[in-house]
């Protein structure tokens, strides 16, 4: 130990000249070296008509010269736009969102922008978090599709509405863009389509009261079973496959298990089939769900589901966005999508009747 402690310390290392990175040129090293000022580069840089053709061939021979690549976050705080908008999500795990995201991506690259996206997990301090941060890094705009309670913090943040829209969630403030599925006239087509295969008694598995869209599926379920007569039976739910399972466990148990069931997305649909499936108990059970992902119209899944056309939400929200960016004075917005009813044999193998309610409450 005592020969350990009076060792000498080892010597510090010297870089080599090969493991010294050469310092990549900056904005302001151009100006300097062509003799110009930083604005005046910065003109160059985005093609502006106010420098002189002597001028803007000797800023260019300098960046050839130098090498100077201008990165993304130079040109922002130069010019105050980064040509990137946001994408706000609940869950990326949450099939609906990689369908939406890669509709936004696909026409935000189109008009020349990149698109950056936050899992927000539907907490008001994960988006406030990430609105801000983007924001100093000159995000130039917002498509905000998570439906956490978080619109009142968003909109402080963002005070300028042409800068941000909503998507998947009608906003309670009238000052602001959004693109929407028209919910409640989705949820009464599906009891109409559960009614005419003789359903008499539908369940509705909701999602979180917060959540704009939930409460208005929920809204539409409400009205057309009461308007058509129907026994209705709610349960609670938050978007997930657990959540469809634990309602047909409450069900079951009760003894008021349903003939037919509306789930508030089709991963809440997922969850309620896995479950009957588990209890043998599939038969005479008709499930339905919203949003129509991309897995539920496989021959294996087969789940009928109101399509809210998540493409189409996509791109309209890119396009709105990048036209109020455009624009000094724009009025909100707001966009309602016809849904439309994709019929499979997860209800169109299954009439409801006496008989099968018997038959499923009798199942140990």
């Known amino acids: ?13 010297v870089p080599t000249r090969r493991s010294r990175r050469r310092r990549q040129p900056t904005i302001i090293d151009v100006a300097e070296t062509a003799g110009v000022s930083f604005s005046t580069v910065s003109r160059v840089l985005r093609n502006r008509d106010d420098v002189s053709d002597e001028t803007r061939s000797r800023v260019r021979r300098v960046i050839e010269q130098l090498g100077y690549r201008p990165s993304g976050v130079a040109r922002a705080l130069v010019t105050g736009y980064s040509r990137t908008i946001a994408l706000l999500v609940s869950d990326i795990a949450n099939p609906f969102y990689p369908q939406l995201a890669k509709s936004v991506e696909q026409e935000a690259r189109k008009a020349g922008y990149a698109m950056a996206i936050c899992n927000t997990s539907d907490s008001v301090d994960e988006s406030a978090a990430y609105i801000h941060r983007l924001l100093e890094q000159g995000v130039d705009g917002f498509i905000h599709a998570s439906v956490g309670p978080d619109e009142e913090r968003v909109l402080e943040l963002v005070p300028d509405r042409r800068r941000i829209v909503f998507v998947n969630r009608r906003p309670r403030s009238r000052d602001v863009s959004y693109v929407v599925a028209d919910n409640r006239k989705g949820a009464a087509i599906l009891v109409r389509h559960l009614v005419d295969r003789r359903h008499g008694r539908i369940g509705f598995i909701g999602g979180p009261s917060w959540a704009a869209n939930a409460r208005e599926r929920l809204e539409g379920f409400f009205r057309a079973t009461t308007d058509l007569r129907v026994d209705a039976v709610v349960a609670d ?43 043998a108990a599939l038969l005479p059970i008709a499930v339905a769900g919203f949003d129509d992902i991309d897995l539920v119209g496989s021959s294996i899944v087969g789940l009928t589901s109101m399509a809210l056309h998540i493409d189409k939400m996509g791109s309209a929200g890119v396009h709105l966005l990048l036209r109020q960016m455009g624009d000094q004075i724009v009025p909100p917005v707001r966009k309602t999508l016809e849904p439309t009813l994709h019929v499979r044999r997860s209800t169109a193998e299954y009439e409801g009747s006496a008989t099968n309610l018997t038959l499923l409450l009798a199942t140990p």
């Open 1 to 13: 130990q005592a020969d350990l402690e009076n060792m000498p310390d080892p010597p510090v290392p």
């Open 237 to 279: 739910g938050d978007f997930s496959m657990a959540s469809g399972a634990r309602a047909v466990d409450v069900w079951l148990a009760s003894g008021h298990m349903p003939t037919a069931i509306i789930a508030v997305n089709d991963t809440v649909a997922l969850g309620a089939i896995s479950r009957l499936l588990d209890r």
